[in-house]
C-alpha cells in the first residue's frame, strides 16, 4: 500500500472503505458496549471528512519508544526479578503502550506500525496523518483492524474532526 492510496481509501467516494471496515472489524467484538461506542462515535461522519477525524484517546494512556529494554528493567526493579532472565541491553528496545489496569500500572509492548499509529493520535494527528505514520512504518498496515482494536480496547475517549485545511490561492 502507498500513502496515496492510503488517502484515497480514507477519502473514498462512496461510504469510507476505513469506516466500513472499522465496522466489519467491530462485529467480532465481543462486547456490545464498544460496537455501541465505535458506531455511535463514527455515524456522522461523512466519507470525505474520513481524514480529518481526530480520536482522542484516554488520558491515562501514554506511549514510550525506548532503545532500551526498559519494561524489564521496571519489572525487574518491581521485586519480580527473582523469576526473570538476566536482561541484555544488546537486546534491543522497545515500543510500549503504558497505560492503568485495576489501579496497576500496565505495559504493552506494540509492533512498530501499531506505535506509530497510536502514537501519532495521542499526540493529536488526524486520523489520516496517524495512518500515514503507520504506513511508513509497514506499508502492510491494515487501519481497519487497527480502528476496531482502538474501540475494542476502550482506547478512544473522543470523536471530533479537526477543522478543514485552508484552501491555497496560487
Known amino acids: 500500500a502507498s500513502l ?6 480514507l477519502a473514498g467516494t462512496e461510504r469510507s472503505p476505513a469506516i466500513a471496515g472499522i465496522l466489519v472489524g ?5 462486547e456490545p458496549h464498544w460496537k455501541r461506542t465505535a458506531a455511535e462515535a463514527l455515524a456522522g461522519v461523512a466519507p470525505a471528512d ?19 529494554p526498559v ?29 492503568r489496569s485495576d489501579n496497576e500500572v500496565a505495559m504493552r509492548a506494540l509492533d512498530a506500525p501499531a506505535f506509530a499509529f497510536r502514537a501519532a493520535l495521542a499526540q493529536g494527528g488526524t486520523l489520516e496523518e496517524a495512518a500515514i505514520a503507520a504506513l511508513i512504518a509497514d506499508p502492510e498496515f491494515d487501519l481497519a ?6 474501540f475494542h480496547d476502550g482506547a478512544v475517549a473522543g470523536v471530533a474532526l479537526a477543522p478543514p485545511a485552508a484552501e491555497t490561492v496560487p
Not at 75 to 95: K, T
Open 4 to 9: 496515496n492510496a492510503a488517502t484515497r481509501t
Open 50 to 68: 474520513t481524514p480529518r477525524l481526530l480520536l482522542r484517546l484516554h488520558p491515562a494512556w501514554g506511549f514510550l519508544a525506548s532503545p532500551w
Open 26 to 30: 467491530l462485529a467480532q467484538v465481543q
Open 145 to 150: 483492524a487497527a480502528l476496531a482494536r482502538l
Open 71 to 99: 519494561d524489564r528493567i521496571w519489572r525487574a526493579n518491581r521485586g519480580a526479578a527473582s523469576d526473570m532472565a538476566p536482561i541484555d541491553l544488546a537486546q534491543g528496545g522497545v515500543r510500549l503502550e503504558i497505560g
